[in-house]
């Protein structure tokens, strides 16, 4: 079994800054790539940032320059730098990580999801 809880999620006014956790646990052989996915109520869940497992990162055109995504592969951890917050990034985010279980099958995995709420 894997699993992926997330953390750092809360009300924040626009402009502030909020950083989210998501540490990946069980049966892991190796972490791939890793992602944050956000859903807004009434819309579709949307792709934020991606990291490899080697560091090379992506972002979504509507937070880049204000998002941050990393990883401590040494944790089995993804984080997410969030800065200059709007209230049009109120959604629930989602972990998700691609990874190759201690049976060598590979699989995606999400998080639970961690409200995010930004207030103007």
């Known amino acids: 079994q894997v699993q992926l809880v997330e953390s750092g999620g809360g009300l924040v006014l626009a402009g502030g800054s909020l950083t989210l956790s998501c540490a990946d646990s069980?049966?892991?052989?190796?972490?791939?790539?890793m992602a944050w996915y956000r859903q807004a109520p009434g819309k579709q869940r949307e792709l934020v940032a991606s990291?490899?497992?080697?560091?090379?990162?992506r972002y979504a055109d509507f937070v880049k320059g204000r998002f941050t995504i990393s990883r401590d592969n040494a944790k089995n951890t993804v984080y997410l730098q969030m800065s200059s917050l709007k209230p049009e990034d109120t959604a629930v985010y989602y972990c998700?990580?691609?990874?190759?279980?201690?049976?060598?099958?590979?699989?995606?995995?999400w998080g639970q999801g961690t409200q995010v709420t930004v207030s103007s």
């Open positions: 998700n990580a691609e990874i190759t279980t201690t049976t060598r099958m590979i699989y995606f995995y």
């Open positions: 069980g049966s892991i052989f190796s972490i791939n790539a």
């Open positions: 990291i490899t497992s080697g560091g090379t990162t």
